[in-house]
């Protein structure tokens, strides 16, 4: 893995004043930033440090926290990943 995000990546980290340094120090935290919000070059650059396999790995361990409900499923979709369970209708989230 590369040791620096590129420049035009680093705008979605401009509050971190070693942005370039994340890809080594927070990968997970990386991938979900440029998931979540990156063009397509950041996307493109996403996808050539880490393999299908390894963003599909990522999604199922760390999706469903770190990207919003939105880009999880898109993303599920594009990694063949299968869709959550969902709860049964009527079944109450907190029951009194």
């Known amino acids: 893995m590369p040791d620096r995000l590129p420049t ?5 980290f401009a509050h971190y004043p070693d942005a370039e340094r994340l890809p080594t120090d927070s990968p997970e935290f990386v991938i979900a930033r440029l998931l979540e919000d990156g063009d397509g ?14 963003l599909s790995s990522w ?6 926290r770190l990207l ?5 499923g898109f993303w599920r979709a594009v990694f063949d ?14 029951p009194f």
């Not at 035009?8 to 979605?12: D, F, K, P």
């Not at 999604?59 to 469903?64: D, M, P, T, V």
Request: glycine share 4%; aromatic share 6%; no cysteine.
């Open 8 to 12: 035009n990546a680093q705008r979605l």
């Open 41 to 54: 070059s950041d996307l493109r650059w996403l996808t050539s440090i880490f393999s299908e396999t390894e």
């Open 81 to 94: 990943r299968p869709a959550p369970v969902i709860s049964r209708p009527g079944e109450q989230l907190w």
């Open 59 to 64: 999604l199922n361990r760390h999706g469903s």
């Open 68 to 72: 919003t409900r939105r880009s999880l």
